[in-house]
């Protein structure tokens, strides 16, 4: 085999470049006698064969056959279709067939049992190393494969003992795998290919495959064109250009700003490269806004995409235990177009309820049970144990059948593609055997979705335009005729250290049998790296810190042999001055809301403001649905129970109060509120000695949760209406009680009633309850360590009368024009949703 070295040319750009591979190629092969149709030219990738046609079309006449060697390989006839138990290249059936055959092996079985996780591991490594070994037999011609075989087997054979004896082992039976397909690989017709003439150019190191068709040319005229650089010695004749951002976003900024740079500078196209695919996301959505064209050659995992989200979302609420933030997010996701699910939303946060079971269509209102039925038959064919793997897959199907069309969702036909939901589209193949034979529990279905929707890649369609970005690996923009190529992540963590082999092989079997070794791979992306250096301009950016450690530069960057220059951004600087805010004032147009509730007076009178967003704006921030449980949620519980309990009293009131709790907590996770219930049960006595003592004296439960409405304010106020909901009623000999359960602070409770003028909440109960005479009001605090304490408010009725009337006067006020002020004090500030609406940060700083 003849070498021609084919090195850097001060002032030569891709195009000429291409046109001195071209017209050496005509040389050469015109001094062999050899016709340029004759030949085949073998490029490392298949962008390299656009710009290589144009330059052999610019010198006329025949081309050679240009392409790569595994294009070659495809285009001479596809390996046959697999047979069951035979490798088929796809990973999840793969894992399958290799759960199958490592099925009754002693030396496997304690793993399988003690380590699930783990066991799922050692399969994916071990279609890992049966794949790579495929590859490594397919590059080897057909004559040898099976001394390469043999010799595979001495070198992999199993220690007896000592440290790696379970990956020896799974290694064994990787080989055995793939010793045992009889299938041809459709490399074997390359290998008996008789062209006039191979030419390769070797660019970016090895290609193990080129290399063996043409040490076995023999009697073929062979040429190797070496166009690697020695990053070490080439001296570019572009402009190198850096920039050190001090974090993520500043890159992304930048990394954009530069792409956006070159294109009015009329360099097109701009090579964008993906060496680090969170930080090409972000510049990706940056450009996308200033509306630039980008072609993505990389894609992005198919797990990524709204289509898997929306799949992923609707089989949590089918399989993973029926958690409520699930449902309500496939019923909310693009799969769920159409769907009016905010009542049943805004429901379930109302009441707590958390979990799929809890939901009963016989209580909830017409329209939102309507809604919650649909979505329960919409999943009821992925209810049930375990099945085949084709069964969930039919499953899923019939599941998604009736909802939105999967196929109009951004990654909508290539899941369909990846999970095979379609007319059995594996019938005749390997597939078929595999998916039938495969059980799997829900959860274990789940699992299997997720990673191959995460294995699984997705390309976007082109954007409308030619594209004047384009995304691709640092491998790829090797001889492409890029304007500039701008590099975000050229830092030691991303650029240049490269991750081991994966699979079950070292290093070393790995390089013995043909498969790139770690120092191969290495050099790879350096030889790489140094054809950047073809570009006019290539633009440098990398992060000057990883969270809160300093990030050097890539060590490749340091055997640059030129000076780098740096970046200049040509943004116009925005002032940093800061802005002073005044104190915020909501203008509330004269309006009232037509009903107040006890919490909206209080929201008044702590901060108008407040008020204006609670009450006027109607704002709140949504309860999350998955938290843990808190004490808040353990007061809604008791006071579920304690009226379950009153109403439904025997003679028995330890057994009822224990039903009671039971009946409640029915609806709840019993693992999430075992510290709750644990309290409930040190509070049970303590409560029903307190009650015995009251009933003692003739004071006696009349009623709980009692919804009440009053129109307390004269006029012009007179149509506004009063509404809240009592905790409980008391009838005694002295009048009547009103009784607000707390299990929270005693002594913030007394310090409120300490002045009573303070304390709203009872006295808004007390004007809902006529302010007469006779009336009493107090916290009922419940204490599962002290006790139960009553906190009478005295003179309620009194207080309420005083509240209507400051009512009155401030609402006049409100409806007059009146603004309502931001107050920005207390601790009212520290738990308040509306800060941001407000800015207190901002307006208190200035």
């Given at each position: 085999?003849?070498?021609?070295?084919?090195g850097?040319?001060?002032?030569?750009?891709?195009?000429?470049?291409?046109?001195r591979?071209?017209?050496?190629?005509?040389?050469?092969?015109?001094?062999?006698?050899?016709?340029?149709?004759?030949?085949?030219?073998?490029?490392?990738?298949?962008?390299?064969?656009?710009?290589?046609?144009?330059?052999?079309?610019?010198?006329?006449?025949?081309?050679?056959?240009?392409?790569?060697?595994?294009?070659?390989?495809?285009?001479?006839?596809?390996?046959?279709?697999?047979?069951?138990?035979?490798?088929?290249?796809?990973?999840?059936?793969?894992?399958?067939?290799?759960?199958?055959?490592l099925?009754?092996?002693?030396?496997?079985?304690?793993?399988?049992?003690?380590?699930?996780?783990?066991?799922?591991?050692?399969?994916?490594?071990?279609?890992?190393?049966?794949?790579?070994?495929?590859?490594?037999?397919?590059?080897?011609?057909?004559?040898?494969?099976?001394?390469?075989?043999?010799?595979a087997?001495?070198?992999?054979?199993a220690?007896?003992?000592g440290?790696?004896?379970?990956?020896?082992?799974?290694?064994?039976?990787?080989?055995?795998?793939?010793a045992?397909?009889?299938?041809?690989p459709?490399?074997?017709t390359?290998?008996?290919?008789?062209?006039?003439?191979?030419?390769?150019?070797?660019v970016?190191?090895?290609?193990?495959?080129?290399?063996?068709?043409?040490?076995?040319?023999?009697?073929?005229p062979?040429?190797?064109?070496?166009?690697?650089?020695d990053?070490?010695?080439?001296t570019?004749?572009?402009?190198?250009e850096?920039?050190v951002?001090?974090?993520?976003?500043?890159?992304?900024?930048?990394?954009?700003?530069?792409?956006?740079?070159?294109?009015n500078?009329?360099?097109?196209?701009?090579?964008?490269?993906?060496?680090?695919?969170?930080?090409?996301?972000?510049?990706?959505?940056?450009?996308?806004?200033?509306g630039?064209?980008?072609?993505?050659?990389?894609?992005?995992?198919?797990?990524?995409?709204p289509?898997?989200?929306?799949?992923?979302?609707?089989?949590?609420?089918?399989?993973?235990?029926?958690?409520?933030?699930?449902?309500?997010?496939?019923?909310?996701?693009?799969?769920?177009?159409?769907?009016?699910?905010?009542?049943?939303?805004?429901?379930?946060?109302?009441?707590?309820?958390?979990?799929?079971?809890?939901?009963?269509?016989?209580?909830?209102?017409?329209?939102?049970?309507a809604?919650?039925?649909?979505?329960?038959?919409q999943?009821?064919?992925?209810?049930?144990?375990?099945?085949?793997?084709?069964?969930?897959?039919?499953?899923?199907?019939?599941?998604?059948?009736?909802l939105?069309?999967?196929?109009?969702?951004?990654?909508?036909?290539?899941?369909l593609?990846?999970?095979?939901?379609?007319?059995?589209?594996?019938?005749?193949?390997?597939?078929?055997?595999?998916?039938?034979?495969?059980?799997?529990?829900?959860?274990?279905?789940?699992?299997w979705?997720?990673?191959?929707?995460?294995?699984?890649?997705?390309?976007?369609?082109?954007?409308?335009?030619?594209?004047?970005?384009?995304?691709t690996?640092?491998?790829?923009?090797?001889?492409?005729?890029?304007?500039?190529?701008?590099?975000?992540?050229?830092?030691?963590?991303?650029?240049?250290?490269?991750?081991?082999?994966?699979?079950?092989?070292?290093?070393?079997?790995?390089?013995?049998?043909?498969?790139?070794?770690?120092?191969?791979?290495?050099?790879?992306?350096?030889?790489?790296?140094?054809?950047?250096?073809?570009?006019?301009?290539?633009t440098?950016?990398?992060?000057?810190f990883?969270?809160?450690?300093?990030?050097?530069?890539?060590?490749l960057?340091?055997?640059?042999?030129c000076?780098?220059?740096?970046?200049?951004?040509?943004?116009?600087?925005?002032?940093?001055?800061?802005?002073?805010?005044?104190?915020?004032?909501?203008?509330?147009?004269?309006?009232?809301?037509?009903?107040f509730?006890?919490?909206?007076i209080?929201a008044?009178?702590?901060?108008?403001?407040?008020?204006?967003?609670r009450?006027?704006?109607?704002?709140?921030?949504?309860?999350?649905?998955?938290?843990?449980?808190?004490?808040?949620?353990?007061?809604?519980?008791?006071?579920?129970?304690?009226?379950?309990?009153?109403?439904?009293?025997?003679?028995?009131?330890?057994?009822a109060?224990?039903?009671?709790?039971?009946?409640?907590?029915?609806?709840?996770?019993?693992?999430?509120?075992?510290?709750?219930?644990?309290?409930?049960?040190?509070?049970?006595?303590?409560y029903?000695?307190?009650?015995?003592?009251?009933?003692?004296?003739?004071?006696?439960?009349?009623?709980?949760?009692?919804?009440?409405?009053?129109?307390?304010?004269?006029?012009?106020?007179?149509?506004?209406?009063?509404?809240?909901?009592?905790?409980?009623i008391?009838?005694?000999?002295?009048?009547?009680?009103?009784?607000?359960?707390?299990?929270?602070?005693?002594?913030?409770?007394?310090?409120?009633?300490?002045?009573?003028?303070?304390?709203?909440?009872?006295?808004?109960?007390?004007l809902?309850?006529?302010?007469t005479?006779?009336?009493?009001?107090?916290?009922?605090?419940l204490?599962?360590?002290k006790?139960?304490?009553?906190?009478?408010?005295?003179k309620?009725?009194?207080?309420?009368?005083?509240?209507?009337?400051?009512?009155?006067?401030?609402?006049?006020?409100?409806?007059?024009?009146?603004?309502?002020?931001?107050?920005?004090?207390?601790?009212?500030?520290?738990?308040?949703?509306?800060?941001?609406?407000?800015?207190?940060?901002?307006?208190?700083?200035?």
């Amino acid at each position: 085999m003849q070498d021609l070295n084919l090195g850097l040319v001060a002032g030569e750009d891709i195009a000429a470049f291409w046109h001195r591979v071209a017209g050496t190629c005509a040389d050469w092969l015109a001094a062999q006698g050899v016709p340029l149709r004759d030949a085949v030219l073998l490029l490392p990738f298949a962008q390299q064969i656009a710009p290589a046609r144009r330059a052999f079309l610019a010198r006329g006449g025949w081309q050679p056959r240009i392409t790569t060697s595994h294009s070659l390989a495809s285009a001479l006839g596809p390996t046959a279709l697999a047979a069951p138990d035979q490798l088929t290249g796809d990973a999840a059936i793969d894992a399958f067939t290799a759960d199958r055959l490592l099925a009754g092996q002693s030396w496997i079985e304690p793993l399988k049992r003690s380590s699930p996780r783990d066991y799922r591991v050692a399969l994916a490594r071990l279609v890992e190393t049966a794949q790579a070994l495929a590859r490594a037999a397919a590059q080897v011609p057909p004559e040898r494969r099976a001394a390469f075989m043999d010799e595979a087997r001495q070198r992999l054979a199993a220690g007896d003992a000592g440290p790696g004896v379970l990956e020896r082992a799974l290694t064994q039976v990787a080989l055995a795998w793939v010793a045992s397909d009889d299938r041809r690989p459709a490399t074997d017709t390359v290998f008996t290919l008789s062209p006039g003439a191979w030419i390769w150019l070797r660019v970016g190191g090895p290609d193990p495959f080129a290399q063996a068709i043409l040490a076995q040319a023999t009697g073929i005229p062979t040429l190797c064109l070496d166009a690697d650089l020695d990053l070490d010695r080439v001296t570019p004749t572009a402009r190198v250009e850096e920039a050190v951002a001090p974090d993520f976003e500043t890159l992304a900024a930048q990394a954009a700003t530069a792409v956006i740079q070159h294109l009015n500078a009329g360099r097109r196209p701009v090579a964008l490269l993906a060496q680090d695919r969170v930080a090409i996301r972000r510049v990706r959505a940056l450009l996308a806004r200033q509306g630039v064209p980008v072609h993505d050659e990389t894609g992005w995992t198919l797990a990524t995409t709204p289509a898997a989200a929306a799949v992923m979302a609707l089989l949590r609420a089918a399989l993973a235990g029926g958690a409520v933030d699930d449902w309500l997010a496939w019923m909310k996701s693009a799969l769920g177009t159409g769907w009016d699910v905010q009542a049943l939303e805004a429901r379930c946060r109302r009441f707590g309820w958390r979990q799929a079971a809890q939901l009963d269509v016989a209580t909830l209102p017409p329209a939102v049970g309507a809604v919650w039925q649909r979505a329960r038959r919409q999943l009821e064919p992925l209810s049930g144990g375990s099945r085949s793997l084709a069964g969930w897959l039919i499953a899923l199907g019939q599941a998604l059948s009736g909802l939105g069309s999967l196929v109009d969702v951004a990654g909508g036909e290539a899941l369909l593609e990846a999970l095979w939901i379609s007319r059995n589209p594996w019938a005749g193949s390997a597939h078929e055997a595999a998916l039938a034979q495969t059980r799997l529990r829900p959860d274990e279905f789940l699992a299997w979705v997720d990673e191959t929707l995460e294995a699984a890649q997705f390309e976007p369609a082109e954007e409308a335009g030619a594209a004047e970005v384009v995304i691709t690996p640092l491998a790829r923009a090797m001889l492409r005729p890029f304007g500039a190529i701008v590099l975000p992540g050229a830092d030691a963590a991303t650029l240049g250290p490269v991750n081991p082999q994966a699979g079950l092989l070292s290093d070393a079997d790995a390089a013995a049998l043909g498969l790139p070794s770690l120092a191969e791979r290495r050099e790879a992306e350096a030889l790489g790296f140094a054809q950047l250096l073809r570009a006019p301009v290539l633009t440098l950016l990398r992060c000057e810190f990883a969270g809160a450690e300093p990030l050097p530069p890539s060590p490749l960057l340091q055997r640059l042999t030129c000076a780098l220059t740096p970046w200049v951004d040509e943004r116009q600087p925005r002032s940093a001055e800061p802005q002073s805010r005044g104190r915020a004032e909501a203008d509330a147009g004269g309006r009232l809301p037509a009903a107040f509730s006890a919490s909206a007076i209080d929201a008044l009178r702590n901060c108008p403001y407040q008020f204006f967003s609670r009450s006027l704006l109607g704002l709140r921030e949504a309860d999350e649905l998955e938290l843990e449980p808190d004490k808040r949620d353990y007061g809604t519980w008791l006071h579920a129970v304690l009226k379950r309990f009153h109403e439904a009293r025997g003679d028995d009131d330890a057994t009822a109060l224990g039903a009671a709790a039971a009946a409640e907590l029915a609806f709840l996770d019993e693992t999430d509120f075992l510290p709750f219930t644990a309290a409930f049960e040190r509070l049970k006595p303590l409560y029903l000695d307190w009650l015995a003592e009251i009933e003692a004296s003739g004071q006696r439960f009349a009623a709980g949760e009692v919804d009440r409405e009053a129109r307390p304010f004269a006029a012009p106020l007179d149509g506004l209406l009063l509404k809240g909901r009592l905790d409980r009623i008391d009838d005694s000999p002295a009048g009547t009680w009103l009784l607000d359960y707390k299990t929270g602070d005693l002594k913030g409770l007394k310090d409120k009633l300490a002045v009573p003028l303070e304390d709203t909440q009872l006295a808004t109960y007390a004007l809902l309850s006529g302010a007469t005479d006779d009336l009493k009001a107090a916290y009922l605090v419940l204490d599962d360590g002290k006790g139960v304490t009553v906190l009478p408010h005295e003179k309620v009725s009194e207080t309420a009368l005083a509240l209507r009337d400051g009512l009155q006067s401030d609402l006049e006020a409100i409806r007059g024009g009146a603004l309502l002020p931001a107050l920005g004090e207390g601790r009212v500030c520290d738990f308040c949703e509306a800060r941001g609406l407000c800015r207190k940060d901002d307006w208190s700083a200035a």
